[in-house]
């Protein structure tokens, strides 16, 4: 994947993807809470990917809401058929820019409403469910566009989450009202953060199997609790050290010290 530089003429759009890109994968150590943050969800994304799917060359992915495409693109560099998607047309050029090799394919739109021709073996869904008031259904979408035997890769912020503010999805009787507040970006924009069972609830009652699910970035790795300016001052293996100690911790301690959740299922 190349490292841009930014350039005068872009849009706006392009240059709002260019700062995260730089604190996401090109090293700013301005915000190193969520460098670190993106690298542990980045990687776990790869390293499943990698494990439920070793028939690389064979495995066609779609990653939905993808962005300036850094899972796509880093998918595709593994050897995966990758299909990049997005509502923001504009994106699909900054995406190309940084593109080095790999086979990837551009579809813009509402996924839901574009109408493949085939079914995936896999589809990427990071950090989108949390901008949707109805994720039950957002999920159960995503599935019908997935072959049989295949998987859905999903990472969201955690509900259990010892700050998180935000009310229970199961809670909630009537989540229209949320509607006229989906798809906003960042953070600004969550509307439910989902609790490990409303997960498993979800899956299990439109047929998903769960294969893996687990949290990870704990307040240290995120910066929280005033630590972000110590951050520069940890060496980042002690870092990554924390982090797999404090993901051996006992559940119920878990789902309250991490801020995400990864969850592999299949069809």
């Not at 930014?6 to 700062?19: A, G, N, T």
């Not at 394919?105 to 950090?127: C, M, P, Q, R, S």
């Not at 001052?233 to 006992?250: G, M, T």
Request: charged fraction near 25%.
């Amino acid at each position: 994947m190349k490292e841009l530089s930014i350039k005068p003429e872009w849009p706006e759009s392009w240059r709002v993807s260019h700062i995260y890109d730089k604190l996401e994968i090109w090293g700013d150590k301005s915000q190193l809470g969520y460098s670190y943050a993106y690298a542990n969800r980045l990687n776990i994304i790869i390293e499943k990917v990698k494990h439920y799917l070793p028939d690389i060359h064979s495995a066609n992915i779609l990653d939905i809401a993808a962005a300036q495409g850094n899972f796509s693109l880093k998918l595709a560099e593994l050897g995966y058929n990758v299909t990049w998607n997005d509502i923001r047309g504009e994106l699909v050029d900054y995406v190309k820019l940084k593109y080095e090799k790999g086979n990837i394919n551009y579809k813009v739109g509402n996924a839901f409403e574009l109408g493949f021709e085939n079914k995936f073996d896999a589809v990427i869904i990071t950090e989108i469910i949390e901008h949707v008031a109805h994720p039950d259904n957002f999920l159960k979408q995503v599935a019908v566009m997935v072959k049989q035997g295949g998987y859905i890769f999903m990472t969201t912020p955690l509900g259990s989450y010892y700050s998180n503010k935000l009310p229970r999805f199961s809670e909630c009787s009537d989540p229209s009202i949320y509607e006229k507040n989906q798809f906003k970006p960042n953070c600004d924009g969550h509307i439910f953060l989902l609790y490990k069972e409303e997960i498993e609830k979800i899956a299990s009652s439109i047929d998903l199997k769960i294969k893996f699910i687990d949290v990870y970035n704990n307040p240290l790795t995120e910066g929280h609790m005033k630590t972000n300016r110590l951050l520069q001052f940890i060496p980042k293996s002690l870092i990554d050290f924390a982090e797999k100690i404090s993901r051996k911790l006992p559940e119920k301690l878990r789902l309250k010290l991490h801020s995400n959740i990864c969850v592999v299922f299949k069809k």
